[in-house]
């Protein structure tokens, strides 16, 4: 009898999805297989949803003036969760996003800390901190080109690329094949975001809201686990910005979608779980930019019943956020409290 995740990690045997066979050991960093919904009766259904990204004691900071700290008790992206990110200009947002996007490297070396993405939102789990430590650029490079969807506030296309090779580029650096597949997807994109007169045009000569359009399209066409938008429509007017996010919401269905903005409203009106980086500013100078805890805890929308999960997120199991330390392991500035 195949066994459910649940049992193949507690007895550390499952199903090798390679060889088909069940009861043989899984080799490490292999995925067990994702059966369809319902194919163990109610035991796989009463199983809480795995974290695509779970961050837990990280922080960041900068040198420079009084001094910077970001710090980040407890994060957890869970798959199909739309959550936002909000704040005032100069808080973090942006760092935050940056470090989830494994283009910011966060402080190493402190007590405790966390941070770990899952491949493909249900496969190998990767510890990022680990990486980084040991110099692997090639493994976070995989998890960049494959797993995770940017869309940047002014659009960041390149602008010696056709907006066609714009959105094409995440699906090439990921190796997707090239055919009629992948054109189809680009044709749907092109029609549903209403950029399909734009695609042999260059940046320069388009407006604004249609680069971010586009950037949407160049985060979804590659199918990545998660995607991370950093104010997608801070430059836009208000009747764009919410045809923008809207496209965002129904083309990215099933995709975590982690986003930082200023307009709170709108995000709460969408359904996003809000999360706030305060800034504090500190008697003796700097600043120090904390992650606030979310009002619920966990995956969101658990089914009754459901079986409680250890990485469901609700308070730092290891003490609160100030007691992250007094001093930064690389010498950096570290505020006190």
Same mark, same amino acid.
Not at 48 to 71: D, I
Not at 93 to 101: A, E, P, Y
Not at 321 to 326: A, K
């Given at each position: 009898?195949?066994?459910?995740?649940?049992?193949? !990690?507690?007895?550390?045997?499952?199903?090798?999805?390679?060889?088909?066979?069940?009861?043989?050991?899984?080799?490490?960093?292999?995925?067990?297989?994702?059966?369809?919904?319902?194919?163990?009766?109610?035991? !796989?259904?009463?199983?809480?949803?795995?974290?695509?990204?779970?961050?837990?004691?990280?922080?960041?900071?900068?040198?420079?003036?009084?001094?910077?700290?970001?710090?980040?008790?407890?994060? !957890?992206?869970?798959?199909?969760?739309?959550?936002?990110?909000?704040?005032?200009?100069?808080?973090?947002?942006?760092?935050?996003?940056?470090?989830?996007?494994?283009?910011?490297?966060?402080?190493?070396?402190?007590?405790?800390?966390?941070?770990?993405?899952?491949?493909?939102?249900?496969?190998?789990?990767?510890?990022?901190?680990?990486?980084?430590?040991?110099?692997?650029?090639?493994?976070?490079?995989?998890?960049?080109?494959?797993?995770?969807?940017?869309?940047?506030?002014?659009?960041?296309?390149?602008?010696?690329?056709?907006?066609?090779?714009?959105?094409?580029?995440?699906?090439?650096? !990921?190796?997707?094949?090239?055919?009629?597949?992948?054109?189809?997807?680009?044709?749907?994109?092109?029609?549903?975001?209403?950029?399909?007169?734009?695609?042999?045009?260059?940046?320069?000569?388009?407006?604004?809201?249609?680069?971010?359009?586009?950037?949407?399209?160049?985060?979804?066409?590659?199918?990545?686990?998660?995607?991370?938008?950093?104010?997608?429509?801070?430059?836009?007017?208000?009747?764009?910005?919410?045809?923008?996010?809207?496209?965002?919401?129904?083309?990215?269905?099933?995709?975590?979608?982690?986003?930082?903005?200023?307009?709170?409203?709108?995000?709460?009106?969408?359904?996003?779980?809000?999360?706030?980086?305060?800034?504090?500013?500190?008697?003796?100078?700097?600043?120090?930019?904390?992650?606030?805890?979310?009002?619920?805890?966990?995956?969101?929308?658990?089914?009754?019943?459901?079986?409680?999960?250890?990485?469901?997120?609700?308070?730092?199991?290891?003490?609160?956020?100030?007691?992250?330390?007094?001093?930064?392991?690389?010498?950096?500035?570290?505020?006190?409290?």
């Amino acid at each position: 009898m195949v066994k459910t995740e649940l049992e193949a !990690k507690r007895d550390g045997r499952g199903m090798d999805s390679t060889a088909g066979s069940p009861g043989l050991p899984v080799r490490e960093g292999t995925p067990l297989r994702d059966d369809p919904p319902g194919a163990f009766g109610s035991a !796989k259904a009463n199983i809480a949803p795995r974290p695509v990204v779970s961050v837990r004691r990280m922080a960041k900071t900068r040198q420079g003036g009084a001094g910077y700290c970001l710090m980040v008790s407890s994060l !957890k992206v869970f798959p199909g969760e739309r959550l936002a990110l909000v704040g005032q200009s100069g808080c973090g947002k942006s760092t935050l996003l940056d470090m989830l996007g494994l283009v910011l490297r966060p402080d190493m070396g402190r007590p405790g800390s966390e941070f770990r993405w899952r491949r493909g939102g249900k496969g190998e789990v990767v510890d990022v901190l680990a990486s980084w430590r040991s110099g692997d650029d090639g493994r976070r490079e995989r998890i960049r080109r494959e797993d995770i969807g940017y869309v940047l506030q002014s659009g960041g296309l390149l602008p010696f690329l056709t907006v066609r090779d714009n959105i094409l580029l995440p699906a090439r650096l !990921k190796g997707s094949p090239r055919g009629d597949e992948l054109e189809g997807s680009l044709s749907r994109l092109a029609v549903e975001l209403g950029i399909g007169h734009l695609l042999k045009k260059y940046p320069g000569s388009v407006s604004m809201g249609e680069r971010q359009r586009a950037a949407v399209a160049r985060a979804l066409i590659h199918r990545p686990a998660i995607i991370i938008a950093d104010e997608p429509t801070a430059s836009l007017d208000p009747p764009t910005a919410a045809k923008v996010f809207d496209l965002m919401l129904r083309l990215s269905e099933g995709i975590p979608l982690v986003v930082s903005t200023h307009d709170r409203p709108r995000v709460e009106g969408l359904g996003f779980k809000i999360r706030e980086i305060r800034c504090l500013d500190l008697v003796r100078g700097g600043i120090k930019a904390v992650l606030s805890f979310p009002e619920g805890s966990g995956p969101p929308s658990l089914a009754k019943g459901t079986e409680p999960d250890r990485d469901s997120e609700s308070q730092d199991p290891e003490g609160p956020l100030e007691d992250f330390g007094d001093a930064d392991p690389d010498g950096a500035f570290y505020p006190e409290r």
